[in-house]
Each structure stands twice: as C-alpha cells, then as structure tokens.
C-alpha cells in the first residue's frame, strides 16, 4: 500500500508561481513513477507531468517551459514548481504513482489540492 499527501496548492494570480509537494508513504521505491495530474471543473483528469526512474520526465505541451517536476528519493517526495501561472491552470492537482508487478500496476491517487489563478 502506498499513501499520498499533497500540500501547496492556493490561490495565485496570473503571472506567479506556487510549489505542490507530495510526500510518498508505504511500499514505494525510487524507482516507481510518480507524477502530477489536474482536473478541471467539467474536464476530464490530464496529465501533467510525470518522473521516471532515472530522473527522465515528461510533460503536458501547455505546461512546458512553465512547470517543473523534481524528486528527492531520500525523502519520497515530488515536487512541482509552477511557474507564469495562468487562469487555465486552474484545477484541483492530484499527485499519482504508479506501482508494478509481475504483469501489471497499480495507480495511487493522493486526496488533491486546489489550485486557483486569479486574472
């Protein structure tokens, strides 16, 4: 079992930056990927960034050059630096990780954190 707790989300205005953090508990090795997805009121749940094994990581098209997802290993924890936030930023944030076995995985969702930009 693996628990997950996500702090940060708030409210911003357009143009600034906030930091999500998620703290990993349980049976989770630094090799599992782990990630952030949003959703939006009346949308669908997308990804927005994830961290890989071997410190490779992708992203949503309309976040590149905007976010950045970072990990420390030694605390179980990803981060997420959002930076030129913009109103269609708005969504609850959930923190993900993904666990596989022999012939399958499992997702983890943490409980969600909101965040709210302001134009």
């Known amino acids: 079992q693996v628990q997950l707790m996500e702090s940060g989300g708030g409210l911003v205005q357009a143009g600034g930056s906030l930091r999500l953090s998620c703290a990993a508990s349980g049976s989770i090795f630094s090799g599992d990927p782990m990630g952030w997805y949003r959703q939006a009121p009346g949308k669908q749940r997308e990804l927005v960034a994830r961290s890989f094994s071997g410190g490779s990581t992708n992203y949503a098209d309309s976040v590149k050059g905007r976010f950045t997802i970072s990990r420390d290993n030694a605390k179980n924890t990803v981060y997420l630096q959002m930076n030129s936030l913009k109103p269609e930023d708005t969504a609850v944030y959930y923190c993900?990780?993904?666990?596989?076995?022999?012939?399958?995985?499992?997702?983890?969702w943490g409980q969600g954190t909101q965040v709210t930009v302001s134009s």
């Open positions: 993900n990780a993904r666990l596989y076995g022999p012939g399958n995985s499992k997702d983890y």
